[in-house]
């Protein structure tokens, strides 16, 4: 074992947790006798080597009425919605354009209709016929057999473009970023909020809305729709079309929804308008597991399902087949703490296994290297592949010092958060620009990368510095725009106090220049968008990703050390990619959010940052604050989604498990997140 890892998290004088309880090792070949009726069904499935435990049974055979079915993380919740679809069709009689099967990605969709047609007594051909879609599949397919013919935008850089288009039309390009607004807009359509009655209180909001409003008129001139608009238009045509929506729900005698904890309004809103008549709904999903909330996901659905339809039945799939009994005992001491649950104990079907190992390192940096180091270990003494390893952190900026370390380690890894480096995210490119201009005054591109904080139009000041510039050079080009006569005399002096600053930095440290600039007004520039990153619940803090950069430029005595090594790790990391797109994707460290890994599992899971402030994130403590609420008392919604989100990062290791708590988050102590302690101690700080 690695020195620096431990069985406990530091600070806590307990003795390890336990692992979970064993599952009852009885399936379907005992639980089911030869002389019931559909036992032929259920030998079948054993064949094909497919055993069903008691509850998974209950599910299957479930006839009518509605079903809520609490599937806990690694519950083989797939192979009960394909085996109650071939349950229907094979003992049921029941026809397979009958039933509806809806869920999340086209991936999940295509699955469950392939395996429906490895079942039992089914086949392809009838498994074609079983309607299994994602939401947006078939509201497409309805709005197409009723005469809608426009085109599908699926092309999201098309979509930005043309928001980038309309800003810089009302003189906000430098204001809002083309992504915030296209996700405030999908967040108000899916949550039902019609654009003509939003708000205009203040000039934003006019703005805002004026951009939708001419989004939404171009879409209709090129006969256009996105996919936001698959769901909103369908969900219309059914309330507007009662016969329409009287003959699907006759149709559809019975409707199974995946990932039901994942759902919003507008999908709960179709779901139910179509279960309305027959009401043989099952609902399959963990309301453990909502961490979409941002997305308008909504765990009440499940909290609230027996009040939806009272004669409802309940059963829990608390079988994990995935972890060892050790990482399944931390996960369901994380995640009993919360109030606003359903009521379940996951159990072990394997055996205990590695208990989870915890480290407390210095920084991020520290971390880093003792994550790279049993990576290395792991693949030169154990054989391990690449490929077997993930690490998962709460938000992006979480990334930086491992992607640093792997790069220089040449460990191979997918970033499946963002195609560039740390240093070439948007928020992180105007202040790499301004050292790069310090440092070379004569740089073009960096001139371009941060022109936009000048609050000036990109293109046309470049196209002016350089008419200018081949009429007369300068040495420092950026000051031809200190006499553009379509700046006003005070946006001109803002311009000659920039690089004034920029000057200044020459001599300066890359983390106190970092400091300087942030202060002079970078963090300032950042907050004029604040009201609606507010408003789209973003979860990754701007500040917090400059946090982090000061983090790293810390470790370097000049901005030109400091630049070299930006370089060096953009470079490595660009041909680190074409590596991996050559065909050694599949053996590569995953690097995720939290976020991003929900429904996937490794063998060997580090969840790095597991410190108060980081997870649980700043803001949900902030948010805890506000409501004038305890910790110790009930937690605030935030709160309990941050304590969701570290179950789901627990519950993603199959076999081994390490969680690292740094002691410092940028620059300031943090305490041992309250989550893991709490599971040890039972009781939140």
């Known amino acids: 074992m690695n020195k620096h890892y431990y069985k406990t998290p530091l600070g806590v004088r307990k003795e390890p947790l336990l692992a979970a309880s064993r599952a009852s090792s009885k399936t379907s070949r005992e639980l089911v006798a030869d002389h019931e009726r559909d036992a032929y069904f259920f030998r079948a499935l054993e064949a094909g080597g497919i055993r069903l435990n008691e509850r998974q049974i209950e599910a299957v055979r479930h006839q009518d009425g509605p079903l809520l079915t609490l599937a806990g993380a690694g519950s083989g919740k797939t192979s009960v919605l394909v085996s109650r679809t071939a349950y229907l069709l094979a003992v049921r009689g029941v026809k397979p354009e009958q039933v509806l099967l809806v869920t999340f990605s086209k991936k999940a969709a295509d699955e469950m209709q392939s395996r429906i047609g490895r079942m039992p007594t089914i086949g392809p051909e009838a498994a074609r016929r079983v309607e299994a879609r994602t939401f947006h599949s078939f509201c497409l397919l309805l709005l197409r057999r009723n005469g809608y013919r426009q085109e599908v935008l699926g092309d999201d850089a098309r979509k930005l473009f043309l928001f980038k288009k309309l800003l810089r039309e009302r003189g906000a390009e430098e204001k809002y970023e083309p992504e915030t607004l296209a996700a405030l807009l999908s967040s108000y359509k899916m949550n039902m909020t019609n654009i003509d009655d939003l708000p205009e209180r203040t000039h934003e909001d006019a703005l805002v809305k004026s951009v939708f409003r001419r989004y939404e008129e171009w879409k209709e001139e090129q006969g256009l729709i996105d996919y936001d608009d698959m769901l909103v238009l369908a969900c219309r045509l059914l309330k507007d079309d009662p016969a329409l929506l009287a003959s699907l729900q006759r149709r559809y005698r019975y409707i199974m929804a995946d990932e039901f904890q994942d759902t919003n309004l507008i999908q709960y809103e179709l779901i139910t308008m179509l279960a309305a008549e027959h009401r043989n709904f099952m609902a399959v999903g963990d309301d453990d597991q909502t961490i979409y909330s941002f997305n308008g996901a909504r765990n009440e659905y499940i909290l609230n399902f027996e009040r939806q339809y009272p004669d409802a039945r309940t059963i829990v799939l608390d079988v994990n087949y995935r972890s060892g009994g050790g990482i399944i005992a931390l996960g369901n001491a994380i995640i009993r703490l919360n109030r606003r649950r359903k009521d379940k104990t996951l159990l072990a079907a394997k055996t205990a296994g590695p208990l989870p190992l915890f480290a407390r390192p210095k920084s991020a940096d520290e971390e880093a290297d003792m994550i790279a180091d049993e990576i290395w270990r792991q693949h030169k003494e154990k054989g391990r592949k690449f490929g077997d390893f993930a690490v998962l952190y709460r938000c992006a900026s979480g990334s930086r010092a491992l992607f640093d370390r792997l790069v220089l380690r040449q460990v191979p890894f997918i970033d499946y958060g963002s195609r560039d480096s740390f240093y070439e995210y948007s928020v992180i490119k105007p202040v790499i620009a301004h050292l790069r201009l310090a440092a070379d005054r004569r740089s073009f591109d960096a001139m371009n990368d941060m022109l936009q904080t000048l609050y000036v139009g990109r293109e046309q000041a470049m196209r002016y510095i350089k008419e200018q510039e081949s009429m007369k050079a300068k040495k420092y080009p950026l000051i031809h725009l200190t006499r553009w006569p379509q700046l006003k005399a005070y946006h001109q002096e803002k311009i000659k106090e920039r690089i004034k600053l920029i000057r200044s930095l020459e001599p300066m440290k890359p983390k106190d220049a970092i400091r300087l600039l942030r202060g002079s ?165």
């Open 521 to 685: 007004f970078y963090d300032q520039y950042l907050d004029m968008g604040k009201t609606l990153e507010s408003q789209t619940e973003h979860k990754e803090s701007l500040k917090e990703m400059l946090d982090e950069l000061e983090t790293a430029a810390s470790r370097f005595r000049s901005i030109v050390e400091f630049l070299a090594f930006v370089d060096d790790i953009a470079e490595r990391h660009r041909r680190m990619k074409e590596t991996v797109k050559q065909g050694n994707g599949g053996d590569a460290v995953r690097l995720m959010t939290i976020h991003k890994a929900k429904g996937l599992e490794f063998p060997v899971v580090f969840l790095t940052g597991a410190s108060e402030g980081m997870l649980p994130h700043s803001s949900a403590l902030t948010a805890a604050k506000l409501k004038d609420r305890s910790i110790h008392q009930e937690a605030p919604d935030a709160l309990e989604e941050e304590r969701r989100l570290a179950y789901v990062a627990v519950t993603r290791a199959q076999e081994e498990l390490y969680v690292s708590s740094p002691a410092y988050y940028h620059g300031k102590a943090a305490d041992v997140s309250s989550f893991i302690t709490a599971a040890y101690t039972g009781m939140n700080r």
